[in-house]
């Protein structure tokens, strides 16, 4: 399948739009950065407007949306453009390559050893008044994303106590450093145990739920290779790009009996199974002229 420059849109549509079970549900921007993860940055090559308009129209987005999209994303410093005759081409930035190495190996890595833990929690006490509200937000969303829980106002915890530098790195450039205590340790006497530590800081009755739920959308049914195939990978991974903020990856011995371990790795290893045939797809798309991508 070959594309037509941007500048003079295919008539060709896509095979086939997802039904309601795999329609996309995030905005058109966080979808593409997805797109930009999976497809592009794994072959080190600038992608036409006219590919990323075709599977993001494919997920169900409108043109208008879909370019949208591809300006402000490239407003934020993750793409750059390049005018190539009639169409214009767009290269991952440096900003980009690193944005996808952290997040390919906070989400999808197996590296991550979850059965191995030394008992030590890390824990940074940091107040924000209520009228910071734009900044409090933005330390949620780091924090959440680099595995903390917040059990108690002001108090985040994580027994992923290697994260303790990435915890600075938020805190410094949000100017909270002044206000904020951390420190390394195990639980003592007096004090809650850790299964209820766990249970105040996450809600992983919520993660389970939501793994359940993408189970019964992508594991329980058969996707044809082409179109569907490649729009179930696509969706599948943006899913699990959102899981760290809801399931840290916490230690199995925190966890007794907990389904969502099992129905996470089943989703990860669906992805990789999923991944040549996407691929190969996406390489007629986008007109690649490379075999394989350097897809872990």
């Given at each position: 399948?070959?594309?037509?420059?941007?500048?003079?849109?295919?008539?060709?549509?896509?095979?086939?739009?997802?039904?309601?079970?795999?329609?996309?549900?995030?905005?058109?921007?966080?979808?593409?950065?997805?797109?930009?993860?999976?497809?592009?940055?794994?072959?080190?090559?600038?992608?036409?407007?006219?590919?990323?308009?075709?599977?993001?129209?494919?997920?169900?987005?409108?043109?208008?949306?879909?370019?949208?999209?591809?300006?402000?994303?490239?407003?934020?410093?993750?793409?750059?453009?390049?005018?190539?005759?009639?169409?214009?081409?767009?290269?991952?930035?440096?900003?980009?390559?690193?944005?996808?190495?952290?997040?390919?190996?906070?989400?999808?890595?197996?590296?991550?050893?979850?059965?191995?833990?030394?008992?030590?929690?890390?824990?940074?006490?940091?107040?924000?008044?209520?009228?910071?509200?734009?900044?409090?937000?933005?330390?949620?969303?780091?924090?959440?994303?680099?595995?903390?829980?917040?059990?108690?106002?002001?108090?985040?915890?994580?027994?992923?106590?290697?994260?303790?530098?990435?915890?600075?790195?938020?805190?410094?450039?949000?100017?909270?450093?002044?206000?904020?205590?951390?420190?390394?340790?195990?639980?003592?006497?007096?004090?809650?145990?850790?299964?209820?530590?766990?249970?105040?800081?996450?809600?992983?009755?919520?993660?389970?739920k939501e793994y359940?739920?993408?189970?019964?959308?992508?594991?329980?049914?058969?996707?044809?290779?082409?179109?569907?195939?490649?729009?179930?990978?696509?969706?599948?991974?943006?899913?699990?790009?959102?899981?760290?903020?809801?399931?840290?990856?916490?230690?199995?011995?925190?966890?007794?009996?907990?389904?969502?371990?099992?129905?996470?790795?089943?989703?990860?290893?669906?992805?990789?199974?999923w991944t040549p045939?996407?691929?190969?797809?996406?390489?007629?798309?986008?007109?690649?002229?490379?075999?394989?991508?350097?897809?872990?």
């Amino acid at each position: 399948m070959t594309l037509m420059s941007d500048s003079k849109p295919s008539d060709s549509k896509p095979e086939s739009t997802p039904d309601k079970e795999v329609a996309s549900t995030g905005s058109a921007r966080s979808v593409l950065v997805t797109v930009l993860g999976e497809l592009v940055e794994p072959y080190g090559q600038p992608v036409r407007t006219a590919a990323l308009l075709y599977v993001l129209k494919g997920l169900g987005y409108g043109e208008h949306a879909a370019r949208q999209a591809i300006a402000r994303t490239g407003s934020a410093g993750l793409i750059a453009a390049d005018r190539n005759g009639r169409e214009t081409q767009w290269t991952l930035t440096d900003k980009a390559h690193r944005l996808f190495t952290e997040g390919e190996l906070r989400v999808f890595s197996t590296d991550v050893d979850t059965t191995q833990w030394d008992g030590r929690w890390l824990v940074v006490n940091v107040p924000i008044p209520e009228s910071h509200r734009s900044t409090r937000k933005k330390l949620y969303a780091a924090l959440r994303w680099a595995g903390f829980g917040n059990p108690t106002p002001g108090v985040w915890v994580t027994p992923h106590v290697d994260r303790a530098a990435e915890a600075e790195r938020t805190i410094e450039s949000l100017g909270l450093t002044a206000n904020t205590v951390s420190f390394v340790g195990t639980l003592a006497v007096p004090g809650i145990p850790e299964s209820e530590l766990v249970r105040r800081s996450w809600d992983l009755d919520a993660a389970e739920k939501e793994y359940d739920e993408l189970l019964d959308r992508f594991d329980a049914r058969t996707f044809q290779p082409g179109d569907e195939l490649l729009f179930a990978h696509l969706q599948l991974a943006d899913a699990l790009r959102r899981m760290p903020y809801m399931d840290p990856r916490l230690p199995e011995v925190l966890l007794p009996d907990w389904r969502g371990l099992k129905a996470a790795r089943r989703l990860r290893d669906l992805r990789a199974e999923w991944t040549p045939t996407a691929h190969s797809h996406w390489r007629r798309i986008a007109g690649l002229d490379v075999p394989t991508a350097r897809v872990p």
